[in-house]
Structure formats: structure tokens, C-alpha cells
């Protein structure tokens, strides 16, 4: 096909956005415009093209431009791939790729955290989560298990990038999210807007003065804002004092906490129920 390029200069500046820009750098990449992020596996690519987000060039593997890829492709003919053998993409990427097939886009401007929860009435908030792979599963298991939307402080790991979006198989691209605005005090003023958006606050935390998590009382509420904190420290001693209940899952065998991501999953599936 016309639009397919045998990569033979590894210094091409058209391919700095998959060999030398680092994920900062590409979400920086066009300020104050939205940047770029890139999107790896036929599967997240296209959760990606369905939600509408706009490609600029495609990095596959020989093998797969016959392969999985191929239908992808096909519907955007003037769109530039460049295509090696798995080794030299490799070298070129400096990482395995998964199913052979990476994708550069176009960032979006993100909505108001008001936006994400008008029509709401279960969402999970993230308080710094810094991890990729833990931001990507907690993304996957909001999406299967009954959240409407998904918050991020600003300290947390970005879902758009490379590992985040593959780990959540495409799902970041599936549910509503967004930041706290950057001029936001958290958690003062997000639990404010919270509390003035209708929802109530529940906090994962390892406390005594907890509720259990199958409450009666959790599963009557309307709207329930479901808060997960960063990995290690869990939440802020401030965070769980804002929040109107405090929530720690019941464990056996001495095991004294669970992983956040799956932690998240247990918290989704029991809270995303509503008794109204």
C-alpha cells in the first residue's frame, strides 16, 4: 500500500515521537495545545479510533501488516506506517511490543470534573496513584464493574500513557475521566465539590472505625464517590477525615492489605450496587 514506509534511517525525525520523545515530552508536545500519546496493541488502538481520538502515524511490526493490524489500517490510507522486522522496531523503540503495532494520536482537552460527574452516580476518585499498571487496572476493573466515571488528582500517573492505556486493554478510552482542576486544593476542594455535586464520600482504608463494605447504609445512596489513595501510604490521614465513611475490606489469614488495583476491583463490584 502506498502509505506504508520500510523504516531504514533510525534518525528520521518522523520517528522521534516512538524512539525519542520520552511519554512527558509527547504529552508536552504541542502547549498549550493537548499533546500526543501513543497507543500500543491493535485492541487499544481501536478503543481508541472508536472513541473518536485521531491517529498521525502507525508503527507495525512486518509480520502483522497482514495480520491484526490490517483492518485498522484500511480505514485511514493516507496515514503514514512505518513498518521493520520485530528486532529492528525493537531497537528503534527500546521496548517488546505487544501484538506488534503502535499508534501516535492526538490528546484531547479534558472535561471539567463536573462534566464526568453530571449524570453519575457511582465514580472512583484516585488520590496520587503514581503507578501505570495499577492506574490501567484500576481503569479496567471501573469500566466491567458499575462505575460511571473515573477522577485523578494531580499527583497521579496519566492513564493516556503507554503502559496505563495497554494494561486497561483500551477501557481508558471507554469510561468518562479527568482531573481535578490544577488550581484545585486536594482534598479541600474536591471533597467540596464532591459533597456539592450529591455525592457521598467513601475512603479505602486500613481503619478500625470503618463500615463494612456491604452496608446497607453505602448501598442506599444515590451517588457515592468511591476514593482510592497511592500506593504504599494508601490515603492521606486528611482525605479519610473529609470523607462520610471510611470502608476496609475484610481479610483472612493475616493478610493485613491488598494491592490498589485490587483492592479497586472488590470495592467497584460491592459499591457499584445500588438498593434504592
Given at each position: 500500500?502506498?502509505?506504508?514506509?520500510e523504516?531504514?534511517?533510525f534518525?528520521?525525525?518522523?520517528?522521534?515521537i516512538?524512539?525519542?520523545?520520552?511519554?512527558?515530552?509527547?504529552?508536552?508536545?504541542?502547549e498549550?495545545?493537548?499533546?500526543?500519546?501513543i497507543?500500543?496493541?491493535?485492541?487499544?488502538?481501536q478503543?481508541?479510533?472508536?472513541?473518536?481520538?485521531?491517529?498521525?502515524?502507525?508503527?507495525?511490526?512486518?509480520?502483522?501488516?497482514?495480520?491484526?493490524?490490517?483492518?485498522?489500517?484500511?480505514?485511514f490510507?493516507?496515514?503514514?506506517v512505518?513498518?521493520?522486522?520485530?528486532?529492528v522496531?525493537?531497537?528503534?523503540?527500546?521496548?517488546?511490543?505487544?501484538?506488534g503495532?503502535?499508534?501516535?494520536?492526538?490528546?484531547?482537552?479534558l472535561?471539567?470534573?463536573?462534566?464526568?460527574?453530571?449524570?453519575?452516580?457511582?465514580?472512583?476518585?484516585?488520590e496520587?496513584?503514581?503507578?501505570?499498571?495499577?492506574?490501567?487496572?484500576i481503569?479496567?476493573?471501573?469500566?466491567?464493574?458499575?462505575?460511571?466515571?473515573?477522577?485523578l488528582?494531580?499527583?497521579?500517573?496519566?492513564?493516556l500513557?503507554?503502559?496505563?492505556?495497554?494494561?486497561?486493554?483500551?477501557?481508558v478510552?471507554?469510561?468518562?475521566?479527568?482531573?481535578?482542576?490544577?488550581?484545585?486544593?486536594?482534598?479541600?476542594?474536591?471533597?467540596?465539590?464532591?459533597?456539592?455535586?450529591g455525592?457521598?464520600?467513601?475512603a479505602?482504608?486500613?481503619?478500625?472505625?470503618?463500615?463494612?463494605?456491604?452496608?446497607?447504609?453505602?448501598?442506599?445512596?444515590?451517588?457515592?464517590?468511591?476514593?482510592?489513595?497511592?500506593?504504599?501510604?494508601?490515603?492521606?490521614?486528611?482525605?479519610?477525615?473529609?470523607?462520610d465513611?471510611?470502608?476496609?475490606?475484610?481479610?483472612?489469614?493475616?493478610?493485613?492489605?491488598?494491592?490498589?488495583?485490587?483492592?479497586?476491583?472488590?470495592?467497584?463490584?460491592?459499591?457499584?450496587?445500588?438498593?434504592?
Amino acid at each position: 500500500m502506498k502509505n506504508w514506509i520500510e523504516i531504514k534511517n533510525f534518525e528520521a525525525p518522523e520517528l522521534n515521537i516512538y524512539a525519542r520523545l520520552s511519554e512527558v515530552q509527547l504529552l508536552r508536545y504541542k502547549e498549550p495545545e493537548p499533546g500526543l500519546f501513543i497507543a500500543e496493541s491493535p485492541k487499544v488502538i481501536q478503543r481508541a479510533l472508536t472513541a473518536g481520538y485521531e491517529p498521525i502515524s502507525f508503527l507495525v511490526e512486518h509480520k502483522d501488516l497482514e495480520g491484526e493490524a490490517r483492518e485498522i489500517l484500511e480505514q485511514f490510507p493516507e496515514i503514514p506506517v512505518y513498518t521493520a522486522e520485530y528486532e529492528v522496531l525493537v531497537r528503534l523503540t527500546g521496548f517488546a511490543l505487544t501484538r506488534g503495532m503502535l499508534c501516535a494520536m492526538k490528546r484531547r482537552c479534558l472535561p471539567s470534573a463536573e462534566e464526568i460527574c453530571k449524570d453519575a452516580h457511582r465514580i472512583a476518585v484516585m488520590e496520587n496513584v503514581v503507578n501505570p499498571t495499577n492506574i490501567g487496572a484500576i481503569f479496567r476493573s471501573a469500566a466491567a464493574l458499575h462505575m460511571d466515571g473515573v477522577l485523578l488528582t494531580g499527583g497521579c500517573c496519566d492513564p493516556l500513557y503507554r503502559r496505563a492505556a495497554r494494561v486497561s486493554m483500551g477501557t481508558v478510552f471507554q469510561i468518562p475521566w479527568t482531573y481535578f482542576h490544577k488550581k484545585m486544593e486536594w482534598p479541600k476542594d474536591g471533597m467540596e465539590l464532591l459533597e456539592k455535586l450529591g455525592f457521598k464520600t467513601v475512603a479505602m482504608a486500613l481503619r478500625d472505625d470503618s463500615v463494612s463494605i456491604d452496608d446497607p447504609r453505602l448501598l442506599a445512596k444515590e451517588k457515592l464517590a468511591i476514593i482510592l489513595g497511592t500506593e504504599g501510604d494508601g490515603l492521606a490521614n486528611e482525605t479519610i477525615a473529609d470523607c462520610d465513611y471510611t470502608v476496609k475490606i475484610p481479610m483472612s489469614h493475616d493478610v493485613d492489605s491488598l494491592n490498589v488495583a485490587a483492592a479497586s476491583a472488590v470495592a467497584f463490584w460491592e459499591l457499584g450496587k445500588r438498593n434504592l
